[in-house]
Structures are given as C-alpha cells and as structure tokens.
C-alpha cells in the first residue's frame, strides 16, 4: 500500500503524489487487483498500487504493444 498518513506515494519511484485529499484532482494510475482463482497467486490476494503520471510513461515505453488512445470526448 503507497499510502501513509493521507499522502499518496507512487509505488515505482518513492516520490510523493499528492494527498488522498487531492487524489480527485491529480493525475496518476490507481490499479487495484483481485488475483482470483485463475492467477498462480493465492486465491483472493489484492494488490494495489499508485504510478505517478512520470513512471506511468517509462512503463508504457516498456510495452511491446502501445495502450490504445482514444480521445477524451467530454470531461466529467
Ligand atoms: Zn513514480
């Protein structure tokens, strides 16, 4: 869990990203994952995790297959 005290941190590089307060505000990938019973993991494990928007480009360029973009319509 990357997150202490109402400050959220981003699990690849330490760095702060904002308070739990702002987490509305501010752009950064929350992944939360139920590893079921079809993962090699123990049935009902969840992981959770913050990536700042900066990790979150160096993962992508990791990718072998890019993410799908899709243009923003309107903003909710
Ligand atoms: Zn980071």
Request: aromatic share 12%; proline share 3%; net charge negative.
């Amino acid at each position: 869990m990357s997150r202490k005290n109402g400050i959220i941190y981003c699990n690849r590089c330490g760095k702060e990203i904002c308070m739990e307060d702002w987490k509305d505000r501010t752009s950064f990938l929350a992944i939360r994952k139920e590893w079921g019973y079809f993962s090699d993991k123990k049935d009902g494990m969840i992981h959770s995790m913050d990536i700042c928007e900066t990790c979150y480009e160096k993962m992508v360029e990791s990718f072998v297959i890019p993410p799908e973009e899709k243009k923003m319509t309107e903003f909710v």
